[in-house]
Structure formats: C-alpha cells, structure tokens
C-alpha cells in the first residue's frame, strides 16, 4: 500500500478526448508533486501544489495541461484534447511539508494510453 | 539549472555479483540526494536518502550509497545482488530547502538467476 493513491491505473482516451487523472495524497501531507514518465526516460517534474494553490507549474505543457488541488478532494491533473504524444506514465507523490528532511512518496502512477 | 546524470541506462549482472550504478549531478548549493527503485509495474521506493552528515548512507535491502561531494557523485552500491533486485532504480537531487527534486533517467538493472 503506497498510501499516496492515484486513479484510474490505466486510463484509455482517444485523440481528441480529456483526461482526468487522480490523486490523493497520503494523511497529512498537503503537498502534491506531479511527475510525467516517458518510456526510457526519467521523471520529469510538472507541477508542485499545495491546497488551493499551485506553487510551481514550470514543467508543465503551455496549453492543455492544468492541475489544481482544492480544498476538499484529490490533486486532478487535468489534459484537454489529448494528443498520442500524451502517452505516459503520471505519477503523483506527496510530503508532508515543503521543507526539512522529508522525501516525497509516490503513488502506483496512472498508465494514459492514447489511441 | 539542477540536473541528474545516470551513467547506465541497462546493466545486466548475476546473483551475487557486485553493483555500483553512477549518479552525477550539476546544482551549486546544498542538496538532498536520495535513491528510489521502481520494481516492475510498481510506484517508485526510497532506498535511501543523504541530507547531511556521514557521506556514507546506508539504506533498505542492503543498498548503500556514497556522497562524494569533489566529484559531485552519489553512487549506489551492494555487494551482492539478488534476482529480486530486478528493477529500475533513479537517483535524484533536490535542492537543499528546495521542494523540486530531479531526477535521473534510470538505470534498469536485471540480475540474472
């Protein structure tokens, strides 16, 4: 049990379609990372948000691409029209605080496939 | 800018031999380095982190890395690796009181049995 969860696992949309992938934090921790993984490459890092703020969104694609975590509810990244080039591994992780000695946990990540 | 090189991007090796995986990094201040492994179909796990203190860490699963901070280096190591060991592992840097952390391409080790 990672204890950050994300859904869907696997999520299938066609080109066109928008996407909408979940993820809530582990108890107590009221930071949310986003990560995109590419095959063959490493995590690449999207967005940092706390509740209702996004604090850094400079990985993040100009257009299609948002994500907000409210103060009630999961983190949702959000990918309008999506394009083949979308096909990845999003992996969500949390921590506790921003600074101090705490590593971020990740969750199983959602698998998006693009017809 | 902050960036993370994985000297190896496949290393095949069989039970019991040695592994030390290559980890550079480029950020001028104080870091966190820290070592995830990615087990197959599986969320990324801590094997172990540095922040400060003895350069030599020792994390789970018998791993142990080492912060050489000349050679800008945290190499993983264990002395003898398992079939069970198969998996994808990432180092990653994070600047010190920085939230953003990054991370390296990986390296996918597969131990032969």
């Known amino acids: 049990n990672a204890g950050v969860m994300q859904n869907p696992r696997h999520l299938v949309r066609r080109r066109g379609q928008e996407a909408r992938l979940r993820c809530s934090p582990m108890k107590g921790h009221s930071h949310v990372y986003w990560y995109r993984q590419l095959p063959e490459e490493g995590l690449k890092f999207m967005v940092y948000?706390?509740?209702?703020?996004?604090?850094?969104e400079s990985g993040m694609p100009k257009e299609r691409f948002s994500a907000e975590f409210p103060k009630e509810g999961p983190s949702i990244l959000r990918i309008q029209q999506v394009v083949r080039g979308d096909s990845a591994a999003y992996f969500c992780?949390?921590?506790?605080?921003?600074?101090?000695?705490?590593?971020?946990?990740f969750g199983d990540g959602t698998r998006l496939s693009i017809l | 800018a902050q960036s993370v090189s994985q000297h190896n991007h496949h290393v095949i090796l069989s039970e019991a031999a040695s592994l030390e995986l290559g980890c550079n990094y480029s950020?001028?201040?104080?870091?966190?380095l820290f070592w995830y492994v990615q087990y197959p179909g599986q969320h990324l796990q801590l094997l172990l982190k540095?922040?400060?203190?003895?350069?030599l860490v020792k994390g789970i699963k018998g791993f142990e890395a080492e912060f050489i901070k000349s050679k800008f280096s945290f190499n993983l190591r264990k002395p003898s690796v398992q079939w069970s060991d198969t998996a994808e592992y990432f180092c990653?840097?994070?600047?010190?009181?920085?939230?953003?952390?990054?991370f390296g391409a990986g390296t996918r080790l597969f131990v032969k049995a």
């Open positions: 992780a949390s921590s506790p605080e921003q600074e101090g000695n705490q590593p971020q946990h």
């Open positions: 950020y001028g201040g104080t870091v966190n």
């Open positions: 948000l706390q509740k209702e703020n996004i604090i850094d």
């Open positions: 990653a840097v994070r600047g010190g009181g920085g939230f953003k952390t990054i």
């Open positions: 540095y922040f400060s203190g003895d350069p």
